[in-house]
């Protein structure tokens, strides 16, 4: 029965989420806010971050995630160093020059203005880090495939010593 109980109170943010939708209330979430909010949270553990903290772990740095009260949430900070570090991917944040970071065919121009959106936020918020004395170092996806993984890890840890 204990367990029950335990169970109940665990999944219970969950049956209320449930009782929300049938309730007809799945209008509040419309399906770009709830794509938006499934990406933020895949976001937070996407595999080249995992990558970066394994390294940086097995190397016997310890480091905060996501830190929200600094600017753009860096996906990493070693206070200790006090250096951030954002893993970015090279679509969404306009790698170049990088064979990942190409403009769709269609819809190319909408797709040039969000790209250079988030750009000019990436430049905003580390700017900003680096006024508060932070230094900011970004990891790009395609640094992190095997076959620049070895060179992109001996950089960060000549970086950082
Ligand atoms: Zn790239």
Redesign the pocket.
Known sequence: MYFLQRLLRRQWPFFVGVAVNFGGMADVHDALTRSKNMRAIKNKNTKPELLVRQFLHAHGYRFRLHVTNLPGKPDIVLPKYKTVIFIQG?FWHG?QP?K??SLPKTRTDWWAQKISRNQTNDSQKQAALTALGWKVLVV???ELKPAHLTNTFAKLLWTLS
């Open positions: 090279c790698h990088c990942y970071y790009w996806e395609c």
